[in-house]
């Protein structure tokens, strides 16, 4: 069967249409500029990649757009509506509601309105792309995929900040996580094509993208994440601060004069590698150019950034007592080899033992550490949307 994979946020969406049989994509690509102006790209499997300036007010304007491009004469890979037998979208959050996937219906959608609050920016985004899919597919059953799903196995000792503890009973605060779709997708093929029995494995999945998460992962099932209420805890990323002392808000907020909503524009958007570089990029290849060519504030940005992957793992070997394997995965964790090296060097007393040659290839399935390393290392590349193909398949 056709499954088209949305993933729908503000203002932009993107999609892929994978055949579920041989999973592989028939087409992919993205509208952006959403309610602004409106830009299509589109992309069918082995043809050139096209690029349609239009405007799409709504959302339902924009899917409308993404399906006449899928249906198209000439570029087209399906000749009707009836071939898209089913829609799976990512919803970012699902609060302790969802704990796997589900087929929508109007009770899931009012559980997942409820979860708004948890996530103001993306899950009315995520709410309108599967409405807008709903009036233009009335037919197709949709699925909805959760970021947080996958960590919702996480015991309350993991998941419970030191707060008064009324703020979880009333307002749930709590540790949910994310990327979960990439953690699930990534420790269960990290387990198949190291050749271990994922119902008897200690895995640690190392997310490493312009967002950043690591997981600790016991026989498939996740019992801690870095990310929390929001994706602003843990590692130090792109743009975002990861841990720090909260009371460094109140410190900046009057120094600079920001009130709270300037405070955390300043630690999403302005802070992580990006801050540290002193603006210098957010980008991993940008900072290894620098720190190439001796520039201190990117070595620096690179340094601060391994050390705490490294704490983390280090502190999932100790709340899993132990460790078989670990995951790298996403943009940097696929493609950046100084970084893993840089993590790795840390990991020597667990016994871990790199193979150069293995870690300077980038961009597949790959064990990248030596024969007799006593835990596993792999490169995993991610696959968020093949992953929400298949829990589609499953549920409808
Ligand atoms: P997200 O999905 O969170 O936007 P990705 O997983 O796509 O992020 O990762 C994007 C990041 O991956 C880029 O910002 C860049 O830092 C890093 N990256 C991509 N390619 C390379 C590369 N060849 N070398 C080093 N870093 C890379």
Redesign the pocket.
């Known amino acids: 069967m056709n499954v088209l994979v949305i993933n729908c946020g503000s203002s932009s969406l993107k999609f892929q249409l994978i055949n579920s049989d041989t999973e592989a994509v028939l087409a992919k690509g993205l509208c952006e500029r959403i309610g602004i102006d409106g830009r299509l790209v589109y992309q069918p499997a082995g043809g050139e990649k096209e690029i349609t300036e239009a405007d799409m007010p709504t959302h339902k304007q924009a899917i409308q757009m993404v399906l006449d491009a899928l249906m198209n004469e000439k570029t087209g890979v399906i000749k009707s509506l009836a071939e898209v037998d089913a829609v799976g979208h990512r919803v970012v959050h699902g609060g302790e509601k969802f704990a796997s996937s589900v087929v929508i219906n109007d009770e899931v959608m009012a559980a997942i309105e409820e979860c708004n609050d948890l996530a103001p920016l993306h899950n009315p985004a995520n709410l309108i792309g599967i409405r807008a899919c709903q009036e233009l597919m009335p037919t197709a059953p949709m699925v909805a995929v959760f970021d947080t799903a996958f960590h919702q196995t996480m015991p309350s000792k993991a998941y419970l900040y030191g707060l008064p503890y009324e703020y979880y009973e009333k307002y749930k605060v709590r540790r949910y996580g994310f990327h979960g779709t990439s953690h699930s997708f990534v420790s269960k093929h990290a387990a198949e094509f190291l050749g271990m029995d994922l119902e008897n494995s200690k895995i640690i999945v190392a997310?490493?993208?312009?967002?950043?998460s690591i997981s600790a992962v016991v026989n498939g099932k996740c019992v801690d994440t870095s990310m929390g209420l929001t994706p602003l805890e843990g590692l130090v990323m792109?743009t975002r601060s990861g841990d720090m002392d909260p009371a460094i808000m109140e410190f900046i907020a009057k120094k600079e004069g920001l009130d709270i909503a300037g405070v955390m524009n300043v630690l999403n958007k302005k802070s992580g590698v990006q801050g540290l570089s002193g603006g210098l990029s957010?980008?991993?290849?940008d900072?290894?150019e620098g720190m190439d060519n001796g520039n201190e504030l990117a070595k620096n940005a690179m340094e601060v950034f391994c050390y705490r992957v490294a704490k983390y793992i280090g502190s999932y070997v100790a709340a899993m007592n132990g460790v078989d394997a670990i995951a790298f995965t996403?943009?940097?964790g696929?493609?950046?080899g100084?970084?893993r090296k840089m993590v790795l060097a840390y990991l020597e007393y667990l016994g871990i033992a790199v193979d150069e040659e293995a870690n300077s290839k980038?961009g597949e399935d790959m064990v990248i550490s030596t024969a007799d390393s006593k835990v596993k290392v792999a490169v995993i590349p991610?696959n968020e949307e093949l992953a929400i193909c298949r829990e589609t398949v499953a549920l409808v």
């Open positions: 997310h490493l993208g312009n967002g950043a792109g957010s980008d991993f290849r900072l290894e996403a943009g940097i696929e493609n950046a100084t970084v980038r991610t």
